[in-house]
């Protein structure tokens, strides 16, 4: 650190920083609208002037930028100098001539930050009389508005999509004050990371269009942490709502998980929450099954505590749990049934990889990577899983990896990193070792040194002879020439690499890939101790529900069978996309008492004897454990309607009620849910740091409660009026420290517990700069969330390597799983707008394939499995190897479980069919 004296006053700061981030970092207000954290300096919009002065006897100094200035010891500048002033308030006037004062009807409004700087500058009169510029706006999908007439030529929007996302069809157009950013011609823009566009843009140039259709100010939104259900990732976002519904996602800062930007996927995903067919009220089927009984609360379990009762006595319960279902209600439901009668909802191959998995990340000892240190890596290996469709967020750092390598040598030219422009100019394409080895091409393949297709099996050898070169002690296989000389060359490269990491996953459905990638990072870590595995997975608590250690879901069905249960109860699933739907009508044939509970329906709830209606991430709390292996914590936004409560309260209600005396069955409660937590920590070492993910109910802030509303929230007594002139009472929350109001302490909370981020003079998304140590570093209010998975202190034996390679048989293909990266899991494929930007269901092959079926792309094909046959279009894919089959299941459409199987395709009889059923 080095003193840095700003206005006569000395401060510490990090040299080599630019003075804009360095006098942010200190506090101080300083305009400006082209910089950003993550994207670096360009020197665009001249709005961040300082005065720099050479030593203490210059008393005119020089009017700089702040962004492109290194902060050097001795530097002395002046924020407040007159000439500096002169100038910022020159630049706004300036960027003010064309903007349109449209800020009533604007989205931005209340929440831009072209509104904070032009405040904070003093702006406030326009001095020219001439017509403003305008120009035409495009339609870029459903997702994203556009509004040009707003532009203030800042370069954000193409430098986060283009440079920094990947995204290749937004474009900077025009010359001179006729810039243009959008596309060649109108149409959806494909990059899965465009909504953050809405973020990244400081005026309203880009919008949320989702979000605009029913605006509201963001002074009236309700706010509150949450987590991201739609990966394994773990994003964490702030959910905002208005008038009992949800309205929006936006992004929740968190420095080890996803910093400053989300998926379209965990962005626009959330219409599920508002859907008009969610259950409400406990729901009876009558005798036949024709007709259903509208309950109530008490009725529902009055109707259910007996027979529980009575079967729990007899063992004969058993319960199916949820990877999208939080912690603490499969808790209770493991709680309520028992360990030996608790199962897994997923399916059978997916619980083994889950298992092994969670055995590589607790007994290996190999540390899963933080966003910072996947961004950091400067070797890449991904084998079998196509991360920018199931984990895109995951990818997108991956990006930025790909950099480090053009980063270093700009550093040797002595640029510094947050140079963006001169750093591009100069490193043009120089990308870090990048290898990617699947079944087909993905979207990362761009940035990729080396790129292998092969079956997932053969990717485990391939893998498999990289850990042996790596370490001899590894197990060997044999491998063509060619593969083996490759094989060898990307395990000296990973050798030689200072942060190298290994990337793998359930996506490709072989236990083999994990195993052997596995392998590969055990061998890395004997010479590179910071070596880094990070593994994907399917569903937002898939980790979470493994740790707890739940039996296969085949077992369940089976005793199902048997006649072995008179009662199931199933928490958050359809088993109808676990499972063979023939195993699963039998199975549900032979159970007396179905008992479902979801807030979804689907075709399990529909042959529930009784579906109890369960809230959504929006309406209960509960922790969530990531592919990383932190657990995080999320937070009620809305008031369940109806009877509908959280999962684990309706768990509690039933256990309460199935061991009190028959006369006190109904409406004995249950555990709070901090109760609960501890229970669960207590009970299951491997989650027994859960209690630290966020601060309990009992958490005060200065002796208040953290609000949910912004101070200047409105209208909470008039929202109501015409169904009751007088003033409801604010909801209570007795299960977290936030309140629904705008009542509470306004300072700084926890970064668990922050719903939202504004300060004086920052009403947008950028006011987050006074929430950071540093500006692009960690949060004031400490982490949100807790790791619980270390590397082990102990050595574990390698794996053995698959002995045989994949040969494919003469009218049999393997299929493979295909993820499409909008709706690639149950709950955004409700989203609307992401089904218009979806892929439609198909299966793929290779071009020798098509022509030995003798099939056009475009053309219906039969898929026959043993259970039955799948129609769907067949598509094209070059990549592919010989004998392997890509099925892409995306939307509402349940998937093929059984992947990856054999199965033979055939042309359709009827060619114009596209998507029947099975």
Same mark, same amino acid.
């Given at each position: 650190m080095i003193t840095l004296n700003i206005d006569g006053r000395d401060y510490p700061a990090r040299e080599g920083d630019n003075l804009l981030q360095a006098c942010l970092s200190l506090g101080l207000d300083l305009p400006y609208f082209c910089w950003h954290p993550a994207l670096g300096s360009v020197g665009a919009c001249r709005q961040c002037a300082i005065t720099r002065y050479e030593d203490a006897d210059d008393t005119h100094g020089q009017v700089v930028m702040a962004c492109m200035t290194p902060v050097q010891a001795g530097t002395r500048v002046s924020l407040q100098d007159p000439q500096a002033r002169r100038f910022r308030a020159g630049i706004i006037e300036l960027l003010m001539l064309n903007h349109p004062h449209d800020c009533p009807v604007c989205e931005e409004g209340g929440e831009c930050h072209l509104q904070d700087m032009t405040v904070m500058t003093g702006h406030a009169w326009r001095r020219?009389?001439?017509?403003?510029?305008?120009?035409?706006?495009?339609?870029?999908?459903?997702?994203?508005?556009?509004?040009?007439?707003?532009?203030?030529?800042?370069?954000?929007?193409?430098?986060?999509?283009?440079?920094?996302?990947?995204?290749?069809?937004?474009?900077?157009?025009?010359?001179?004050?006729?810039?243009?950013?959008?596309?060649?011609?109108?149409?959806?823009?494909?990059?899965?990371?465009?909504?953050?566009?809405?973020?990244?843009?400081?005026?309203?140039?880009?919008?949320?269009?989702?979000?605009?259709?029913?605006?509201?100010?963001?002074?009236? #939104? /309700?706010? !509150?942490?949450?987590?991201?259900?739609?990966?394994?990732? +773990?994003?964490?976002?702030?959910?905002? *709502? $208005? =008038?009992?519904? #949800? /309205?929006? !996602?936006?992004?929740?800062?968190?420095?080890?998980?996803? +910093?400053?930007?989300?998926?379209?996927? *965990? $962005? =626009?995903?959330?219409?599920?929450?508002?859907?008009?067919?969610?259950?409400?009220?406990?729901?009876?089927?009558?005798?036949?099954?024709?007709?259903?009984?509208?309950?109530?609360r008490h009725e529902a379990l009055e109707a259910i505590s007996g027979p529980l009762a009575r079967a729990l006595e007899l063992d004969r319960v058993i319960g199916i749990g949820s990877s999208r279902a939080g912690v603490e209600s499969n808790f209770a439901l493991r709680t309520l049934v028992g360990a030996e009668r608790f199962h897994a909802g997923v399916a059978a191959n997916e619980h083994l990889l889950l298992r092994r998995i969670q055995e590589v990340l607790r007994r290996g000892p190999v540390a899963t990577p933080s966003r910072r240190e996947v961004e950091a890596a400067d070797a890449v290996l991904v084998l079998g899983e196509d991360v920018s469709s199931t984990a895109p967020r995951l990818a997108l750092s991956l990006r930025q990896s790909a950099r480090n390598a053009a980063l270093g040598r700009a550093g040797q030219l002595g640029l510094p990193a947050w140079q963006a422009a001169s750093v591009q100019d100069a490193t043009a394409g120089i990308h870090s070792p990048f290898a990617i080895v699947t079944t087909d091409t993905t979207r990362l393949d761009e940035l990729a040194t080396t790129v292998r297709r092969a079956a997932p099996i053969d990717i485990a050898r391939f893998a498999a002879t990289i850990a042996h070169e790596l370490d001899p002690g590894a197990p060997a296989v044999g491998l063509p020439d060619d593969a083996h000389a490759l094989a060898a060359q990307l395990a000296q490269t990973l050798a030689g690499a200072e942060r190298p990491l290994v990337v793998c996953g359930s996506g490709c459905g072989e236990i083999a890939v994990v195993e052997?990638?596995?392998?590969?990072?055990?061998?890395?870590?004997?010479?590179?101790?910071?070596?880094?595995?990070?593994?994907?997975?399917?569903?937002?608590?898939?980790?979470?529900?493994?740790l707890m250690d739940p039996l296969p879901l085949a077992s369940a069905l089976e005793a199902m069978r048997k006649s072995e249960a008179d009662m199931l109860i199933v928490l958050e699933n359809d088993l109808y996309r676990r499972a063979r739907s023939d195993e699963v009508d039998r199975a549900l044939d032979s159970t007396s008492r179905v008992i479902v509970i979801d807030h979804q329906r689907n075709a399990?709830?529909?042959?529930?004897?009784?579906?109890?209606?369960?809230?959504?991430?929006?309406?209960?709390?509960?922790?969530?454990?990531?592919?990383?292996?932190?657990?995080?914590?999320?937070?009620?936004?809305?008031?369940?309607?109806?009877?509908?409560?959280?999962?684990?309260?309706?768990?509690?209600?039933?256990?309460?009620?199935?061991?009190?005396?028959?006369?006190e069955r109904v409406d004995t409660g249950g555990r709070r849910f901090d109760e609960l937590t501890e229970a669960c920590a207590r009970s299951i070492p491997a989650l027994g740091g859960i209690t630290s993910a966020a601060p309990d109910a009992s958490y005060r802030l200065h002796g208040r409660r953290v609000p949910r509303e912004p101070q200047r929230a409105s209208g909470r007594t008039a929202m109501h009026a015409d169904r009751d002139v007088h003033d409801p009472e604010p909801p209570v929350d007795p299960d977290s420290p936030l309140a629904y109001t705008m009542e509470g302490s306004h300072r700084q909370p926890p970064t668990p517990l922050t719903p939202f981020v504004w300060t004086p003079r920052w009403n947008s998304v950028q006011a987050l700069n006074k929430f950071q140590n540093e500006v692009g570093g960690a949060m004031q209010g400490g982490p949100a969330g807790c790791r619980l998975i270390e590397p082990a202190s102990t050595s574990h034996p390698y794996f053995q390597?698959?002995?045989?390679?994949?040969?494919?048989?003469?009218?049999?293909?393997?299929?493979?799983?295909?993820?499409?990266?909008?709706?690639?899991?149950?709950?955004?494929?409700?989203?609307?707008?992401?089904?218009?930007?979806?892929?439609?269901?198909?299966?793929?092959?290779?071009?020798?394939?098509?022509?030995?079926?003798?099939?056009?792309?475009?053309?219906?094909?039969?898929?026959?499995?043993?259970?039955?046959?799948?129609?769907?279009?067949?598509?094209?894919h070059p990549a592919l190897p010989d004998g392997v089959a890509s099925v892409l299941i995306a939307g509402t459409r349940p998937p093929i479980p059984e992947l990856p199987a054999l199965a033979r395709i055939r042309p359709s009889d009827d060619r114009a069919r596209h998507g029947t059923g099975r």
């Open positions: 020219t009389r001439f017509a403003k510029r305008s120009f035409h706006n495009q339609d870029l999908g459903p997702c994203v508005g556009h509004e040009m007439n707003r532009c203030i030529t800042c370069y954000r929007c193409v430098r986060f999509y283009r440079d920094y996302a990947g995204g290749t069809d937004l474009h900077a157009l025009g010359t001179h004050d006729r810039v243009y950013f959008g596309r060649e011609r109108d149409g959806t823009l494909r990059s899965e990371f465009s909504g953050n566009l809405a973020e990244v843009c400081p005026t309203g140039v880009f919008t949320d269009k989702p979000f605009a259709r029913h605006y509201t100010r963001k002074w009236d #939104l /309700r706010a !509150t942490p949450s987590v991201c259900v739609h990966c394994a990732h +773990g994003c964490n976002i702030s959910i905002n *709502g $208005r =008038y009992e519904t #949800l /309205r929006r !996602t936006v992004n929740r800062y968190n420095d080890a998980v996803n +910093g400053y930007f989300l998926c379209d996927r *965990g $962005r =626009y995903g959330n219409e599920f929450v508002n859907a008009e067919h969610r259950p409400q009220w406990p729901l009876q089927r009558n005798l036949g099954g024709w007709t259903t009984t509208t309950l109530s052997a990638a596995a392998n590969v990072a055990r061998a890395l870590h004997r010479h590179q101790p910071e070596a880094r595995l990070a593994c994907v997975l399917a569903e937002c608590n898939s980790l979470g529900l493994a399990t709830g529909e042959r529930a004897g009784m579906l109890l209606p369960a809230s959504t991430f929006a309406e209960s709390e509960g922790t969530l454990v990531s592919a990383e292996g932190r657990a995080q914590r999320y937070f009620p936004l809305l008031e369940p309607a109806g009877a509908v409560q959280a999962s684990w309260q309706w768990l509690e209600a039933l256990r309460s009620a199935s061991v009190a005396p028959a006369a390597a698959p002995t045989s390679a994949f040969l494919p048989e003469p009218g049999r293909w393997l299929l493979v799983p295909g993820f499409d990266v909008f709706t690639g899991e149950e709950l955004s494929a409700q989203s609307a707008p992401l089904r218009a930007r979806s892929r439609a269901p198909h299966v793929a092959v290779n071009r020798a394939a098509a022509a030995h079926l003798r099939c056009e792309d475009g053309q219906s094909v039969e898929i026959v499995l043993a259970q039955g046959c799948v129609t769907l279009p067949l598509r094209i």
